[in-house]
């Protein structure tokens, strides 16, 4: 493992980085879709969206800057959305992402869900791989809430 790698650690979200949550995940939505009004919902206010639902949200940095996000959005007691994942384009190849989605899925547990899902498009091809890895597998999607969803991806744990 190179140092790049080794120096990058996952920390709880606090309120100080919701607007770097919401800069981390506008930027690629802005990329290759367009911002929406569930969008809008969570990155606009994460505290009240996602955490005081009982929601968690991990945050990664890299060198003491907040290079990458995602979020635990809670359903129902088992069920959580993995979601709002993010890392800026400078901080891409250091497997953060891999890390993230690893964090989530352990704090998923900790939180007592039993399945954890995404939503996603086909074209981010790079994710889905990620996702993959990860242990999702594809499901039947069964709501709309994103105009850009085009895949489901589910993990039971």
């Keep these: 493992m190179n140092s790049s790698v080794a120096s990058v650690s996952i920390i709880d979200y606090t309120p100080a980085h919701a607007i770097l949550f919401r800069e981390l995940n506008q930027a690629w939505i802005e990329r290759y879709f367009e911002m929406e009004e569930l969008d809008h919902k969570s990155l606009g ?17 890299h060198n003491g800057e907040i290079v990458g996000t995602c979020a635990l959005i809670k359903v129902d007691d088992q069920t959580y959305e993995l979601a709002k994942m993010a890392v800026t384009d400078k901080a891409q190849g ?47 999607d069964d709501f709309k809430e994103y105009k850009r969803a085009d895949i489901k991806m589910e993990l039971s744990l």
Excluded: W
């Design 45 to 61: 206010n994460p505290d009240g969206y996602i955490i005081a639902k009982g929601g968690h949200i991990l945050m990664a940095e």
């Design 94 to 140: 250091l497997k953060i992402g891999k890390r993230l989605g690893e964090a989530a899925i352990q704090k998923a547990r900790e939180l007592g869900c039993t399945s954890l899902f995404l939503l996603s498009n086909r074209k981010l091809e790079t994710a889905i791989h990620l996702y993959r890895k990860l242990g999702f597998i594809e499901v039947p």
